[in-house]
T-cell receptor, first 114, second 117 residues
Framework: NAGVTQTPKFQVLKTGQSMTLQCAQD?????MYWYRQDPGMGLRLIYY???????DKGEVPNGYNVSRLNKREFSLRLESAAPSQTSVYFC?????????????FGPGTRLLVL | AQKITQTQPGMFVQEKEAVTLDCTYD???????LFWYKQPSSGEMIFLIY??????QNATEGRYSLNFQKARKSANLVISASQLGDSAMYFC??????????????FGQGTILTVHP
């Protein structure tokens, strides 16, 4: 049971290059999220998927696209990377069970855009 | 719009002592959830504790407890018997009402806790 996994762990891009960040979960949770964390700051929501087949914008969606491929996988794509997208990206899932909520995070992807 | 405020950029505590990390929130909703996460220098986000807005008792998880004061809109994290491994960044977060948000979290800026031996 791996929980939430993300690939790659690290990536360096040049301005204008594209890439896809992958996220997968094995907890059978419906909702999945992509956050970014800039240095010294809290996390900000980029996009989320309440359930398979649906996606919605979060607080900072510009420059990103997402795909909820199936219940397990939720990918984040940067079509034309910019230095302002240098950040740590976290994927997460959410569950509500027995009156308690938990949001589980993946290990993060560190992205540097030159 | 929701807002989470953590007013302590950094806190210091002696090993084995208790420490309180402050968190205030602003929402007009009645139903919400409050979370605390720990982020060590390795970078992962570790879930610590959850408090639902309708929960009458303060949440506790081992050495962690959440001092929930609804009228004051505060959700302070109390760590008892601090350990060196508690040195990390701590984030407070709030989940919007379930019916509209499906678990989206809004995070505070974080507090860096340093535990001295």
């Amino acid at each position: 049971n791996a929980g939430v996994t993300q690939t790659p762990k690290f990536q360096v891009l040049k301005t204008g290059q594209s890439m896809t960040l992958q996220c997968a979960q094995d907890m059978n949770h419906n909702s999945m999220y992509w956050y970014r964390q800039d240095p010294g700051m809290g996390l900000r929501l980029i996009y989320y998927s309440a359930s398979e087949g649906t996606t919605d914008k979060g607080e900072v969606p510009n420059g990103y696209n997402v795909s909820r491929l199936n219940k397990r996988e939720f990918s984040l794509r940067l079509e034309s990377a910019a230095p302002s997208q240098t950040s740590v990206y976290f994927c997460a899932t959410w569950t509500f069970s027995g009156g308690r909520e938990t949001q589980y995070f993946g290990p993060g992807t560190r992205l540097l855009v030159l | 719009a929701q807002k989470i405020t953590q007013t302590q950029p950094g806190m210091f505590v002696q090993e084995k002592e208790a420490v309180t990390l402050d968190c205030t929130y602003d929402t007009s909703d009645q139903s919400y959830g409050l979370f605390w996460y720990k982020q060590p220098s390795s970078g992962e986000m570790i879930f610590l504790i959850y408090q639902g807005s309708y929960d009458e008792q303060n949440a506790t998880e081992g050495r962690y407890s959440l001092n929930f004061q609804k009228a004051r809109k505060s959700a302070n994290l109390v760590i008892s018997a601090s350990q060196l491994g508690d040195s990390a960044m701590y984030f407070c977060a709030m989940r919007e009402p379930r019916g509209t948000s499906y678990g989206k979290l809004t995070f505070g800026q974080g507090t860096i806790l340093t535990v001295h031996p």
